[in-house]
T-cell receptor
Framework: GENVEQHPSTLSVQEGDSAVIKCTYS??????FPWYKQELGKGPQLIID?????GEKKDQRIAVTLNKTAKHFSLHITETQPEDSAVYFC??????????FGAGTTVTVRA | KAGVTQTPRYLIKTRGQQVTLSCSPI?????VSWYQQTPGQGLQFLFE???????NKGNFPGRFSGRQFSNSRSEMNVSTLELGDSALYLC???????????????FGSGTQLSVL
């Protein structure tokens, strides 16, 4: 099955700096890659997603890049703010009605 | 539009008991998935339902089961509870249809199950 690895496990950044989280996947058939943000006591919230026919996607301060050849994708958060502090998960899917998640990255934005 | 609703929010059970968790998807969503979240194993896929049919199942023992009703609401059941079943159980819904798959998945806040 699909195996998704996520790095780093923790990330501390100064407010206003950028944060980058990287994920690799094993199944070359995977074609959908969402990112989720989970705050304490809440379920994961979809923040951005990308499909395999696209190399990059942006939504305000958030961007995701995908390299199908290398089987890795990354989340970039620019101009970080305290409310960006949360756990972020990457995931991958290959049309089998399920998501395989990375282990998560705890992001702390220092004021 | 209301989000995914899961009940109850918290549950405490003892070993050997069984438990039923409930999930109401976003209105219009017919696909419902369940995931288990633990500090050690992260987010693990349990099963997915569409139109009352299970389309995929994760690597969990048969003690974990689920079903979906004609109104798309779903329940999952865990029988003969073990200490290791303590986890946050998350339900998610999507617009995925019979032939469409990778649609956006929206999660509820989960049911925190503690097995003593």
């Amino acid at each position: 099955g699909e195996n998704v690895e996520q790095h780093p496990s923790t990330l501390s950044v100064q407010e206003g700096d950028s944060a980058v989280i990287k994920c690799t996947y094993s199944d070359s058939a995977s074609n959908y890659f969402p990112w989720y943000k989970q705050e304490l006591g809440k379920g994961p919230q979809l923040i951005i997603d990308i499909r395999s026919n696209v190399g990059e996607k942006k939504d305000q301060r958030i961007a995701v890049t995908l390299n199908k050849t290398a089987k890795h994708f990354s989340l970039h958060i620019t101009e970080t703010q305290p409310e960006d502090s949360a756990v972020y998960f990457c995931a991958a899917s290959n049309n089998d009605y399920k998501l395989s998640f990375g282990a998560g990255t705890t992001v702390t934005v220092r004021a | 539009k209301a989000g995914v609703t899961q009940t109850p929010r918290y549950l405490i059970k003892t070993r050997g008991q069984q438990v039923t968790l409930s999930c109401s998807p976003i209105s219009g969503h017919r696909s419902v998935s369940w995931y288990q979240q633990t500090p050690g194993q992260g987010l693990q896929f349990l099963f997915e339902y569409f139109s009352e049919t299970q389309r995929n199942k994760g690597n969990f023992p048969g003690r974990f089961s689920g079903r979906q009703f004609s109104n798309s609401r779903s329940e999952m059941n865990v029988s003969t509870l073990e200490l290791g079943d303590s986890a946050l159980y998350l339900c998610a819904s999507s617009l995925a249809g019979r032939s469409s798959t990778n649609e956006k998945l929206f999660f509820g806040s989960g049911t925190q199950l503690s097995v003593l």
